[in-house]
């Protein structure tokens, strides 16, 4: 049957082309599933330490006071007071949280975590654009390959044999979470 | 030779960092209004504001950590901020943006608050920053006013 062996060459052609995709959004897909328990695309770190209390009263001053007591000496990207206690400085991937009339700080860091950070983004199409066309795609490729796979084999166990229910009960776990949840 | 042509690239590649790096970054759909709206202002009268189209500016105090679906930003007067918020998956803003400045777009919800409304919400957000929250804080019903938009840009 020539369908089959266009089927058969597609299925295999089109399945090595997708091979990286799928790694890409089913490692990432493991990783944001769990999003509640960790963050997936990005490593937080927080440390504590003590300056002296800020003694001025105003934002400017507070910085001034408190940025060579941390040993900052690059220009801030910007500082803030969320309430009259706190003052907020940041800087690229850090932010000094500092309580003013104590003098603890919060220093939290965060990090890009390497690989899973960019197989989140393009999971999660943060760029859009281009990868929006990418991921459209990819969701062909992989709807073909779904209804492709069903017709590789013949006889016993293609889909015409034991492959029906297998595909049946491929089907039943989707429709049966939603029935029965 | 090599050498001298890898150095060439690699000083290439170097200044098209820095060019992008120092850009303004967009996200979502642009930004339409000329006129930029105080956060205090908004703050000052929420009900005037409620329903309404605003462009804000200020800088990110905070940002989303799970889905980069929302950016509070410092308004104009101190011991202020504001929430951005995007449908999920709409926007992801990246932590690198925190500290940075945004004009951002949106219309203006306000709505009450309950107590257990801001217990929950407390508990979830100390969750998201790794950081403790005490109920004790909350006094009683808030007022909360955000933006909520679908375009920002980042420089």
Not at chain 1, 38 to 57: E, F, G, V
Not at chain 2, 8 to 24: F, G, N, P, R, S
Request: some cysteine.
């Amino acid at each position: 049957m020539k369908w089959r062996r266009w089927n058969n060459t597609l299925h295999r052609d089109v399945g090595y082309l997708v091979v990286a995709l799928t790694l890409v959004y089913g490692i990432s897909g493991l990783a944001i599933n769990h999003m509640a328990d960790w963050n997936p695309s990005y490593r937080q770190q927080k440390t504590a330490l003590t300056i002296q209390p800020l003694t001025a009263t105003d934002r400017d001053g507070m910085i001034k006071e408190a940025l060579p007591q941390l040993g900052i000496t690059e220009e801030p990207r910007n500082a803030f007071r969320p309430d009259p206690d706190t003052l907020q400085i940041f800087l690229p991937e850090k932010t000094y949280l500092i309580d003013v009339p104590t003098g603890q700080v919060i220093v939290d860091r965060v990090r890009p975590r390497p690989v899973l950070f960019e197989m989140n983004q393009m999971h999660l199409n943060a760029t859009k654009g281009v990868w929006t066309v990418i991921a459209d795609v990819y969701a062909v490729a992989l709807i073909f390959m779904a209804i492709s796979g069903m017709f590789v084999l013949r006889g016993k166990t293609g889909f015409t044999g034991r492959g029906k229910w297998f595909v049946l009960g491929g089907a039943l776990v989707p429709l049966g979470y939603y029935i029965l949840r | 030779m090599r050498k001298a042509a890898a150095a060439v690239v690699m000083m290439v590649v170097a200044a098209a960092a820095v060019a992008v790096a120092a850009q303004e970054k967009k996200f979502g759909t642009a930004l339409t209004l000329t006129e930029v709206t105080k956060v205090s202002d908004i703050y000052a009268n929420p009900e005037k504001f409620s329903g309404k189209r605003v462009q804000v500016q200020g800088p990110i105090v905070d940002v989303c950590a799970q889905m980069g679906c929302w950016l509070a930003l410092g308004s104009d007067q101190e011991f202020q901020t504001i929430r951005f918020k995007v449908e999920d998956g709409v926007i992801v803003f990246p932590m690198s943006v925190k500290g940075m400045n945004a004009k951002v777009e949106g219309v203006i919800s306000v709505e009450t608050l309950s107590v257990e409304q801001q217990i929950a919400q407390g508990h979830e957000h100390a969750k998201e920053q790794k950081t403790t929250f005490d109920p004790k804080t909350v006094k009683g019903p808030k007022v909360n006013v955000m933006i909520k938009g679908e375009g920002a840009v980042v420089f």
